[in-house]
C-alpha cells in the first residue's frame, strides 16, 4: 500500500514564508513525476510546480520567482519553499505522485494524491 502524505501548512502574513512537505510511502519501486496543485474555494484545483526524477521542474505563471520545488529521492520526498507569499496564495494544497509500486503480480504505475494541507495568508 502507498501513501504520499504532506505536512507543513499553516497560517502566515502577506511576504512571509511557508515550506511544504510531502513524503511517499509503501512498497515503492520508483517515483516519476512529483507535483503540488492548490484548491482555493469556489475555484478548481490548479497545477503550482511540477518536478521530474532528473529535476526538470515547472511553475505557474502566478508562482514563478517565489516558489520553489525540489525532491530528496532517496527520501521519496519533494518540497515546495514558497516565499513572499500573498494572500491569494490561501488553498488547500495537494502534493501528487506518479509512483511505479510493488505489488504481488509485478509492478504497477499508478497516480497518488495526498489529503492536501491548508495554506492561508493574511494580515
Known amino acids: 500500500q502507498v501513501q504520499v502524505v504532506e505536512s507543513g501548512g499553516g497560517s502566515v502574513q502577506p511576504g512571509g514564508s511557508l515550506r511544504l512537505s510531502c513524503a511517499a510511502s509503501?512498497?515503492?519501486?520508483?517515483?516519476?513525476?512529483m507535483g503540488w496543485f492548490r484548491q482555493a474555494p469556489g475555484k478548481q484545483r490548479e497545477l503550482v510546480a511540477t518536478i521530474t526524477k532528473a529535476d526538470t521542474t515547472e511553475y505557474a505563471d502566478s508562482v514563478k520567482g517565489r516558489f520553489t520545488i525540489s525532491r530528496d529521492n532517496a527520501k521519496n520526498t519533494t518540497y515546495l519553499q514558497m516565499n513572499s507569499l500573498k494572500p491569494e496564495d490561501t488553498a488547500v494544497y495537494y502534493c501528487?505522485?506518479?509512483?511505479?509500486?510493488?505489488?504481488?503480480?509485478?509492478?504497477?504505475?499508478?497516480?497518488?494524491w495526498g489529503q492536501g494541507t491548508q495554506v492561508t495568508v493574511s494580515s
Open positions: 501528487n505522485a506518479e509512483i511505479i509500486s510493488r505489488e504481488h503480480n509485478g509492478l504497477l504505475l499508478d497516480d497518488y
Open positions: 509503501g512498497s515503492i519501486f520508483s517515483i516519476n513525476a
